[in-house]
Protein backbone atom coordinates (compact mmCIF):
# COMPACT_ATOMS: atom_id res chain seq x y z
CA UNK A 1 0.00 0.00 0.00
CA UNK A 2 1.76 3.21 -1.29
CA UNK A 3 1.33 6.05 1.49
CA UNK A 4 3.11 9.19 1.64
CA UNK A 5 3.17 11.11 5.32
CA UNK A 6 3.98 14.99 5.45
CA UNK A 7 4.82 16.63 8.87
CA UNK A 8 5.90 19.50 10.16
CA UNK A 9 3.65 21.50 9.84
CA UNK A 10 2.46 24.31 12.32
CA UNK A 11 1.82 27.79 13.29
CA UNK A 12 4.42 30.45 12.88
CA UNK A 13 4.95 34.30 12.80
CA UNK A 14 5.79 36.50 9.24
CA UNK A 15 8.91 36.07 8.50
CA UNK A 16 9.84 32.60 10.51
CA UNK A 17 10.66 29.12 8.73
CA UNK A 18 9.45 25.95 8.80
CA UNK A 19 10.58 22.76 6.99
CA UNK A 20 8.01 20.06 6.08
CA UNK A 21 8.55 16.35 5.17
CA UNK A 22 7.16 13.41 3.25
CA UNK A 23 7.36 10.46 4.16
CA UNK A 24 7.09 7.51 1.46
CA UNK A 25 6.28 3.67 2.31
CA UNK A 26 5.32 1.28 0.03
CA UNK A 27 6.54 3.11 -2.39
CA UNK A 28 9.73 3.79 -3.83
CA UNK A 29 10.71 7.50 -5.15
CA UNK A 30 13.39 6.62 -7.83
CA UNK A 31 12.59 7.72 -11.29
CA UNK A 32 9.65 10.16 -9.93
CA UNK A 33 8.58 13.28 -9.23
CA UNK A 34 7.53 14.44 -5.92
CA UNK A 35 5.79 17.47 -5.59
CA UNK A 36 4.50 20.56 -2.89
CA UNK A 37 0.75 21.89 -3.45
CA UNK A 38 -0.71 24.00 -1.13
CA UNK A 39 -4.38 24.79 -0.93
CA UNK A 40 -5.99 27.75 0.93
CA UNK A 41 -9.83 27.94 2.42
CA UNK A 42 -11.81 29.33 -1.12
CA UNK A 43 -8.88 28.64 -3.84
CA UNK A 44 -7.74 26.14 -6.13
CA UNK A 45 -5.04 23.84 -5.11
CA UNK A 46 -1.42 25.44 -6.36
CA UNK A 47 1.66 23.78 -7.18
CA UNK A 48 4.86 25.10 -4.82
CA UNK A 49 7.70 23.32 -5.90
CA UNK A 50 8.84 20.06 -7.46
CA UNK A 51 11.63 17.44 -7.37
CA UNK A 52 12.75 14.57 -9.80
CA UNK A 53 14.28 12.20 -7.26
CA UNK A 54 16.64 10.59 -9.53
CA UNK A 55 19.06 13.89 -10.53
CA UNK A 56 17.67 16.48 -8.24
CA UNK A 57 16.14 18.62 -10.73
CA UNK A 58 14.50 20.86 -9.03
CA UNK A 59 11.12 23.58 -10.46
CA UNK A 60 9.64 26.32 -7.99
CA UNK A 61 6.56 28.16 -8.55
CA UNK A 62 7.31 31.84 -9.44
CA UNK A 63 5.52 32.88 -6.04
CA UNK A 64 7.78 31.05 -3.72
CA UNK A 65 11.39 31.26 -5.70
CA UNK A 66 13.84 32.48 -2.90
CA UNK A 67 11.57 32.07 -0.19
CA UNK A 68 10.74 27.97 -0.52
CA UNK A 69 13.27 25.22 -1.14
CA UNK A 70 12.32 21.33 -2.35
CA UNK A 71 15.43 18.72 -1.52
CA UNK A 72 15.49 15.17 -0.70
CA UNK A 73 17.04 12.21 1.25
CA UNK A 74 16.89 9.55 -0.71
CA UNK A 75 18.56 6.91 1.94
CA UNK A 76 15.16 8.02 3.72
CA UNK A 77 12.81 7.98 1.39
CA UNK A 78 11.78 11.67 2.09
CA UNK A 79 11.58 15.12 0.24
CA UNK A 80 11.13 18.22 2.45
CA UNK A 81 10.17 21.62 1.40
CA UNK A 82 12.07 24.53 3.57
CA UNK A 83 10.41 26.93 4.09
CA UNK A 84 11.99 30.27 4.98
CA UNK A 85 10.74 34.17 5.19
CA UNK A 86 6.88 33.03 5.61
CA UNK A 87 4.04 35.31 4.48
CA UNK A 88 0.22 34.86 6.00
CA UNK A 89 -0.83 34.32 2.38
CA UNK A 90 1.07 31.37 2.82
CA UNK A 91 -1.03 29.92 5.28
CA UNK A 92 -2.72 26.90 3.45
CA UNK A 93 -2.72 23.36 3.76
CA UNK A 94 0.14 21.61 2.01
CA UNK A 95 0.21 18.45 0.21
CA UNK A 96 3.20 16.21 -1.05
CA UNK A 97 2.16 14.24 -3.88
CA UNK A 98 4.08 11.61 -6.42
CA UNK A 99 4.01 10.39 -9.86
CA UNK A 100 6.44 9.24 -12.69
CA UNK A 101 7.53 11.71 -14.74
CA UNK A 102 5.34 12.87 -17.85
CA UNK A 103 7.94 13.87 -20.08
CA UNK A 104 11.86 12.87 -19.29
CA UNK A 105 13.07 14.13 -15.86
CA UNK A 106 10.97 17.43 -16.20
CA UNK A 107 8.43 17.61 -13.15
CA UNK A 108 5.39 19.91 -13.94
CA UNK A 109 3.44 21.56 -10.77
CA UNK A 110 -0.17 20.40 -12.27
CA UNK A 111 -2.06 18.53 -9.58
CA UNK A 112 -3.32 16.55 -12.38
CA UNK A 113 0.10 14.77 -13.10
CA UNK A 114 0.16 13.03 -9.64
CA UNK A 115 -1.16 9.91 -8.63
CA UNK A 116 -0.16 9.49 -4.69
CA UNK A 117 -1.48 12.23 -2.11
CA UNK A 118 -0.55 12.54 1.03
CA UNK A 119 -3.44 13.77 3.76
CA UNK A 120 -1.68 17.21 4.62
CA UNK A 121 0.26 19.29 7.00
CA UNK A 122 -1.23 22.41 8.11
CA UNK A 123 0.84 25.48 7.84
CA UNK A 124 -0.19 28.79 9.56
CA UNK A 125 1.49 32.18 9.50
CA UNK A 126 -0.07 34.88 11.28
CA UNK A 127 0.92 38.70 11.26
Known amino acids: QVQLVESGGGSVQAGGSLRLSCTTS????????VGWFRQAPENGREGVAA????????HHADSIKGRFTISQDNAKNTVYLQMDSLKPEDTAMYYC????????????????????WGQGTQVTVSS
Open 26 to 33: GYTLSNNC
Open 97 to 116: AAAPPQIGSWCDLEDYEYTY
Open 51 to 58: IYTDGGNT
